[in-house]
């Protein structure tokens, strides 16, 4: 007998954008050595954020083609790791940060850290939010009115 039962819905494949984590010893020039490395396959970082410590250092970036940044990083022996993020438009940002915030807190989504575009795609600023669940927080934001900005709203 053949049972008919009801379809999962599948998960959402939202317009996250690709993180790279860069790990820079902690020397005078090491992230310019990153962008010019970018910069010679005309690639451009498009949202940076660097956090030291004594010894060295993690520059995480969003660039305009990530493919390849991936397979330059690689072919350059560059200490790097991935993950995705969700970039989210604010055409006001004093109001709208609040309420963005205030959405992520209802859903119980945990942001790990959040760091602004260097670019205004769309006219707009922007920001990228690291979350511990980036399903859940693009439903959210989504349902609450926002734009979730995709790798090809970012890149130029």
């Known amino acids: 007998m053949t049972v008919n ?3 999962t819905t599948s998960k959402m494949e939202g317009p996250l954008v690709k993180q790279f984590s860069v790990f820079l010893p902690n020397k005078v020039g090491a992230m310019l050595e990153i962008v010019k490395l970018l910069n010679t396959q005309n690639t451009h970082v498009v949202a940076l954020s660097v956090s030291e410590s004594t010894d060295s ?6 660039a305009s083609d990530p493919a ?8 350059k022996n560059v200490p790097f790791g991935v993950s995705e993020v969700v970039v989210v438009e604010l055409r ?3 109001t709208r940060l609040a309420k963005l915030l205030a ?3 209802m859903a119980e989504v945990n942001v790990h850290f ?4 260097l670019i205004r795609p769309r006219g707009f600023a922007a920001i990228a939010l690291h979350v511990d669940d980036t399903e859940c927080a693009s ?8 734009k979730i900005l995709s790798q090809d709203d970012i890149s130029r």
């Open 5 to 7: 039962l009801p379809e």
């Open 57 to 62: 250092a993690i520059a995480r970036i969003i």
């Open 68 to 75: 390849r940044v991936e397979n330059l990083f690689r072919e």
């Open 92 to 94: 006001e940002v004093a």
């Open 103 to 105: 959405a992520l807190v």
């Open 114 to 117: 959040a760091y602004p575009l």
């Open 139 to 146: 439903s959210v934001l989504i349902g609450e009115g926002f």
